[in-house]
């Protein structure tokens, strides 16, 4: 929960102008920033609780305001700051609603990600993130990505989606979408082939993404990661052994591969098998 004498450090640097000036003021959002800034740290010691929780209301309205702004820029950076402080602003749920249908896809995204973290509502957000993950924009795939990944079971509809995404041509925006399915959990048993095979992807962080993502994943990734413990390729093999031992005992089926991992030719290979073993059967 946002206490009342944090939720300004929840909100985006360049918003903060937004919080103290208006209008023709807005030319000089640096040196309100800097403001607000020292007004958050002062009132901390010499403002109450009830002062600050009025400060919020002004400012959450003032970011609602901000949705309507005719500069794409202010009005995502006003959904983001909505979606950072959360539960607090409940408020602002039905103008969140109407910039699911801004013009920027930008805007889009971060309105559906605050929809999510102040009133985990994904009916509405997924279908407008899941559209952002065909943007034209790599920034933009990759934030709704991440924003799926946040959601975890709940983003269920949204695998298809994600599968395709595993083919970006951007790195981070596999690496979100391998996570973001992780997170799914046994909902996105489809696309365990597809993360079996980003075990080979040629960035490393992705291949780790995946290899999480299929230890969440969980018993279903088993038959296939016992496949991939025995690849010629020694990091596939890591991973998938890794990935077996976070599933834990339900991967049982993997002794035998894992006893055979024990006589492997690389030590880091022989020294996941043994851990995997030990976490398999205590």
């Given at each position: 929960?946002?206490?009342?004498?944090?939720?300004?450090?929840?909100?985006?640097?360049?918003?903060?102008?937004?919080l103290?000036?208006?209008?023709?003021n807005?030319?000089?959002p640096?040196?309100a920033?800097?403001?607000?800034?020292?007004?958050?740290?002062?009132?901390?010691?010499?403002?109450?609780?009830?002062?600050?929780?009025?400060?919020?209301?002004?400012?959450?309205?003032?970011?609602?305001?901000?949705?309507?702004?005719?500069d794409?820029?202010?009005?995502?950076?006003?959904?983001?700051?909505?979606g950072?402080?959360?539960?607090?602003?409940?408020?602002?749920?039905?103008?969140?609603?109407?910039?699911?249908?801004?013009?920027?896809?930008?805007?889009?995204?971060?309105?559906?990600?605050?929809?999510?973290?102040?009133d985990r509502?994904?009916?509405l957000?997924?279908?407008?993130l899941?559209?952002?993950?065909?943007?034209?924009?790599?920034?933009?795939?990759?934030?709704?990505?991440?924003?799926l990944?946040?959601?975890?079971?709940?983003?269920?509809?949204?695998?298809?989606?994600?599968?395709?995404?595993?083919?970006?041509?951007?790195?981070?925006?596999?690496?979100?979408?391998?996570?973001?399915?992780?997170?799914?959990?046994?909902?996105?048993?489809?696309?365990?082939?597809?993360?079996?095979?980003?075990?080979?992807?040629?960035?490393?962080?992705?291949?780790?993404?995946?290899?999480g993502?299929?230890?969440?994943?969980?018993?279903?990734?088993v038959?296939?990661?016992?496949?991939?413990?025995?690849?010629?390729d020694?990091?596939?093999?890591?991973l998938?052994?890794?990935?077996?031992?976070?599933?834990?005992?339900?991967?049982?089926?993997?002794?035998?591969?894992?006893?055979?991992?024990?006589?492997?030719?690389?030590?880091?290979?022989?020294?996941?098998?043994?851990?995997?073993?030990?976490?398999?059967?205590?």
């Amino acid at each position: 929960m946002i206490m009342p004498k944090e939720w300004l450090r929840k909100i985006p640097a360049p918003v903060f102008a937004l919080l103290m000036v208006g209008g023709s003021n807005r030319a000089q959002p640096c040196q309100a920033a800097e403001q607000n800034l020292a007004y958050t740290s002062a009132s901390a010691h010499s403002h109450s609780d009830w002062d600050e929780e009025q400060r919020l209301r002004r400012s959450v309205s003032t970011l609602i305001d901000a949705l309507s702004d005719k500069d794409a820029k202010v009005r995502q950076q006003a959904a983001e700051g909505l979606g950072n402080l959360g539960s607090r602003c409940k408020a602002a749920l039905p103008a969140l609603a109407n910039a699911l249908d801004d013009r920027d896809v930008s805007v889009r995204i971060q309105a559906a990600a605050a929809l999510w973290e102040i009133d985990r509502q994904s009916k509405l957000a997924i279908p407008v993130l899941v559209r952002s993950l065909e943007s034209k924009v790599a920034a933009n795939r990759l934030t709704a990505a991440s924003a799926l990944a946040g959601m975890g079971p709940e983003a269920r509809e949204a695998v298809p989606a994600l599968m395709e995404s595993m083919r970006d041509y951007n790195w981070t925006v596999r690496f979100f979408s391998a996570n973001a399915l992780g997170n799914i959990g046994s909902g996105a048993k489809a696309s365990i082939p597809h993360l079996v095979k980003a075990l080979k992807d040629e960035e490393g962080f992705v291949a780790l993404s995946a290899a999480g993502a299929l230890g969440r994943i969980g018993v279903d990734a088993v038959p296939l990661l016992i496949g991939a413990a025995t690849d010629r390729d020694r990091r596939t093999r890591l991973l998938a052994i890794q990935a077996l031992s976070e599933i834990g005992p339900k991967a049982d089926a993997a002794i035998p591969t894992l006893a055979q991992a024990l006589q492997d030719e690389d030590v880091a290979v022989r020294q996941g098998a043994e851990a995997a073993l030990k976490r398999i059967q205590p």
